[in-house]
């Protein structure tokens, strides 16, 4: 039983697939599963909510209220209740809703209330799917993290032949599955990244930074958010924006503004992923008003900052503790040094040497050292790809 204990909110609405959705409940709770089944208002015009409560043994919810005695259904407790939200079959009108934020159904404000990660599995004639408009929320809501079950092609309910046939169950329960054995696993997890570079202040108009970019640590908060996790993400400044509505965004400028909220937020976390290139020295003084130019030779005195990883190194207690390396000689030495300096579970070491990786790349390649003294090298891929990889390897 491989979704045993797992909690899925199964979202209904108006197609004629819906009579696949009570196979689907079936086969979700074959596995082990508990499913709470939200319906449309239009989904039970397709198939009535005495089959599926019927088969999940639990009460359809699909009205804000139960009109005899005012109960309301809140759909904040399914929001943090669900492991996963699979909305099979989602029809042009729900996916444009959920596009657009129109809560005006129960199924809506629970896909906005969703704490989990969110499957969607599209069913519609094929020109409805082909529109433009269809592509472009869809796309939509790939951008909030949600995973599409892309429709297969064949004979639709208007006899007409093309793409829009909702996904056979069978096919959806193994997306369902393959979820909770890849990253299902961070569902609930809280994740602190630490992302971009900082600045240290001169004088109002001048800092010390450095090149990050910060696309590794955007990249890293995008895949555990993916994956179910809750994300805070301290990012010093950068121009990246982030889209999944489970990352939490603390923007910082200075390596102590990035040190206060990373050790505020720490013992709340599950793990820590500390991405940020940090100033390892400030200046010492910071002048009110522009430094003036003048002939003479200048000195700046710099005073070090302090080491985020290391202090939550020794703030760590059951959580994961990842750290970056960047390194020009004796690379793994000298990360393996850092790992135990830091008290780190793992240290993903990218090298300046490889050309295509480290700082402004779109691409990364990493190798990652673990504290049980493995070392595993991975080739050059999109930062979005090493992300699965750092992922994968630190939750296996
Ligand atoms: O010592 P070094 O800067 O090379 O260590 C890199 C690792 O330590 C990275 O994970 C980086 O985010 C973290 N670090 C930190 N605070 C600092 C310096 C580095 O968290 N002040």
């Not at 976390?269 to 100033?279: P, S, T």
């Not at 990883?309 to 990842?322: C, E, I, N, P, S």
Request: proline share 4%; net charge neutral; charged share 25%.
């Amino acid at each position: 039983m491989t979704l045993k204990g797992k909690h899925i909110v199964l979202g209904i609405t108006g197609s004629i697939a819906a009579y696949k959705a009570a196979s689907l409940a079936r086969l979700f709770i074959k596995e082990g599963a508990e499913v709470q089944i939200v319906m449309t208002p239009s989904g039970k015009e397709f198939i009535t909510p005495v089959t599926l409560s019927a088969l999940t043994g639990r009460p359809v919810v699909s009205e804000f209220f139960t009109a005899n005695d005012g109960t309301w259904h809140s759909h904040v407790d399914l929001g943090m209740w669900a492991d996963l939200m699979v909305i099979a079959p989602a029809t042009a009108a729900t996916i444009g809703k959920m596009a657009n934020g129109i809560a005006d159904n129960m199924l809506i404000t629970t896909y906005l209330s969703m704490k989990a990660s969110v499957m969607v599995a599209p069913a519609m004639d094929l020109d409805m799917f082909a529109h433009p408009s269809t592509t472009r929320n869809i796309e939509i809501l790939r951008s909030y993290g949600n995973i599409i079950i892309e429709p297969a092609a064949g004979e639709l309910a208007s006899h007409l032949i093309g793409k829009g046939r909702m996904e056979e169950p069978e096919k959806i329960l193994e997306a369902a599955k393959s979820f909770f054995e890849k990253g299902g696993s961070l569902s609930k997890k809280k994740v602190l990244i630490t992302a971009g570079p900082t600045y240290e202040k001169i004088d109002p108009v001048r800092f010390i930074g450095n090149y990050s970019s910060g696309k590794m640590g955007f990249a890293l908060a995008e895949e555990c958010a993916a994956r179910g996790a809750e994300v805070y993400l301290v990012a010093g400044p950068v121009s990246l924006k982030v889209n999944h509505p489970n990352i939490h965004r603390i923007d910082v400028e200075s390596a102590e503004q990035m040190y206060q909220a990373a050790t505020d937020i720490f013992p709340q976390m599950d793990a820590a992923i500390l991405c940020a290139a940090v100033a390892d020295y400030r200046p010492k003084e910071q002048v009110e008003q522009k430094i003036k130019r003048n002939d003479d030779e200048m000195t700046l005195s710099l005073v070090p900052n302090k080491d985020i990883a290391a202090v939550l190194g020794q703030m760590k207690t059951a959580q994961r503790l990842v750290g970056f390396a960047l390194e020009t000689n004796d690379e793994v030495a000298n990360a393996l040094k850092k790992m135990e300096r830091k008290n780190l579970d793992f240290i993903v070491l990218n090298s300046l040497n490889d050309a295509g990786a480290g700082f402004r790349h779109d691409t990364n390649k990493i190798a990652i050292l673990s504290k049980d003294g493995t070392k595993e090298d991975y080739p050059l891929k999109s930062k979005a790809d090493v992300a699965k990889d750092i992922i994968d390897r630190i939750f296996a």
